[in-house]
C-alpha cells in the first residue's frame, strides 16, 4: 500500500503537543523533559466562528483513504505495545475509554473512527493522537491533574487532532512512501519520550528505508485542536477554562527555567500567548462549574497505592485528612484510609478494612472499584464464599464489566480456593465472549488477557481446540501474527480435528496472513 507524498517528505507528527515531565515530587521539583506546540498567531477572537470549522476530509482527495489511516494506527499502537507497559489496572483503562467516549460524543464534527483509548503505565506526562483514533495517555499525566476537568481538556485536545485529521492533513500532495515507514516514524517519536535508545534504533532503520524525512510540527493544527477542544469541553459540560488553566500550570513550569526539551521534538513551547489565546476561545462559551466524577478520585488513590510503597504514611496522611476535613473527596479519603488498612500486615487493620470497604459498598453499591476491593479484602482473609456472593450479584446487574469478570474468573480458577464451579465457569465465558463480541462491534481495544481467560476456562475441561484458538487470538491482539498463525498451524497438523473445524481455522489463518501484510507492506 503506497500513498503520495514528494520527494522531501514532510510529516508533521500529531502527538500531545503538550509537556511530557519525568517527574513530580514533594517539592514540586518539575523537571519537563519535552513541552509542545505554542500557538503565537494574533487574531481577533471576537470575530471568529468556532463553529465553522473544517470537516473531516476537507480537501484529503490526495490524502490517506480512512482504511489506511485505521492501519497506520494500528501499526503504530501495536509497536507501542511491544515495547511500552500498558496500565495493567482495569479500572483504569475502562475509566479512561469511559471519559474519551464521553468527550467524543459532544464533538462538533462526528468521526469516521471509533476511538480507541488506552493508557500507558509511565510516569511521564504524556498523551498523544494515532491516526484512526487511538489515543494514548499516560498514567503520569492521570496523576498530575488535579481535577476532571484539566485531564479532559488533554484528552479533547487529542480527540480534535483525529477528528480534524491532521496527521492526514499534513502529508496531502506529496510524493512516495509505504504506510510501514510512516508507522515507523511515528512509532519512534512516541517510544522517544520513554526509551529515546529504543527511539533512535528504531527511527534509524525507518530513515535508512525511507529517503529524507523532516520532522516539523505545525501551528495550524494546534490551533484548531486547541479551539475543537475547547468546544467539546464546554458540550460535555465541562468548565471551558480548563485547557487554559492546564496551560497556565505548564507554562509556569517554564517560565521558572524547568524547561528540557529534547532535540528530536522540539518545538514551540507554550508561552503567554497561548494561555491568553485559550482564556480567549474560552470566552465564547458559557462558564460552568464540575463536580469531579467520583471515579475520577478513586483512580488518583489507586495510583498513590501504586507508586507509594510506605503503608504507615498513607495511612497517616488519610487519617489527617479526614480529621482536619480537608480532602479532595470524602468518600475517595475514605477509600485512601481502607486501602492503607487492606494492604497493612496488621490482622486487626485488615479487619478494619473489610469494615469500611463495607460501609463504602452498601452507600455505592454499583461502583464497581468498591465492589472489587471489597472482595478482595475478603479473600485475603479467608472469607472466599462471601467474596464470590458479592462478585456475582455485582454481574448480575452489570454482565458486561469485564474488570469483574477478569476477578471472578480468576478467583474460581484458583485452585487454592477449592471451588472448581463449572456452571460458574461456563457463565463467565459466556461472558467473556459477550464483552469480546460488544467490544468488536464498537470497534473498543479488546484486552488481549480476556482470550488468555477464555483459554484457561475452557482447558479445565479439556476444550483444547478452543482454547488453543484463543491463545492464538491472544497473540494476534498484541500483533504477534507469525507466532499466532504458528500456533493455528501446530493445531491443524497435530490435533484431531473434524473437517469443519479445520475450516475454521484455515479460514483465520487466512485472515491473520492479510491483516498481517496490510500492517507490514
Known sequence: MKINLKKIIKLHVILINFIIINSINANNNVNIHELDLSLDTKYNTQNNNYDNLPYMGDDLNNSISDKEESLLGRQVFFDILRSVPLEQNLFIQEYIQSLGEKLVSHSPNIAKHKFKFFVIDSQIINAFALPG??????????ELAQNETELASVMSHEIAHVTQRHIARSIQNQSKIQIPYIAGL???????????E?????????????????????????????????????????????????????????????????????THPITESRVSEAISFAKNYKFRFYNDNLKFHLIKILFKFENQRNIVELKNSFTKQLKSGFYNNQSAAKFGLALSYMHSNN????????????????????????????????????????????LKEYLDLFPSDYAIISQYSNL?????????????????????????????????????SAYNLLAKIQ???????????????????????PAAVHQLN???????????????????????KTEYEQLNN
Do not use: C, W
Open 412 to 448: 474460581l480458577l484458583d485452585s487454592k480456593n477449592g471451588l472448581n464451579n463449572k456452571t460458574e465457569l461456563l457463565y463467565l465465558e459466556k461472558l467473556i465472549k459477550q464483552y469480546i463480541d460488544t467490544s468488536k462491534k464498537q470497534n473498543h481495544i479488546i484486552y488481549p
Open 490 to 512: 501446530s493445531l491443524l497438523k497435530f490435533g484431531k480435528l473434524q473437517k469443519y473445524e479445520k475450516k475454521i481455522i484455515m479460514v483465520r489463518i487466512k485472515e491473520m
Open 347 to 390: 490482622q486487626k487493620d485488615k479487619t478494619e478494612a473489610i469494615y469500611l470497604l463495607e460501609k463504602l459498598y452498601q452507600k455505592a453499591p454499583i461502583e464497581n472499584i468498591y465492589t472489587s476491593n471489597l472482595a478482595q479484602s475478603l479473600i485475603n482473609q479467608n472469607k472466599i464464599k462471601h467474596a464470590t456472593k458479592i
Open 186 to 196: 511515528l512509532g519512534a517519536l512516541i517510544l522517544s519520550a520513554y526509551n529515546p
Open 133 to 142: 483514533g487511538y489515543i494514548g495517555i499516560n498514567k503520569g499525566l492521570i
Open 459 to 481: 482447558l479445565t475441561d479439556k476444550r483444547t481446540f478452543v482454547a488453543t484458538q484463543n491463545q492464538a487470538e491472544y497473540l494476534a491482539n498484541i500483533g504477534n501474527f
Open 198 to 266: 529504543l527511539a533512535q534504533g528504531a527511527l534509524a532503520t525507518t530513515m535508512a528505508s525511507a529517503e529524507q524525512i523532516n520532522i516539523n510540527f505545525t501551528r495550524s493544527n494546534e490551533e484548531e485542536a486547541d479551539r475543537v477542544g475547547i468546544q467539546i469541553l464546554a458540550n460535555s459540560g465541562y468548565n471551558p477554562n480548563g485547557m487554559a488553566d492546564f496551560f497556565e500550570k505548564m507554562h509556569k513550569a517554564t517560565s521558572n527555567g524547568l524547561l528540557k526539551i529534547p532535540e528530536l521534538l522540539r
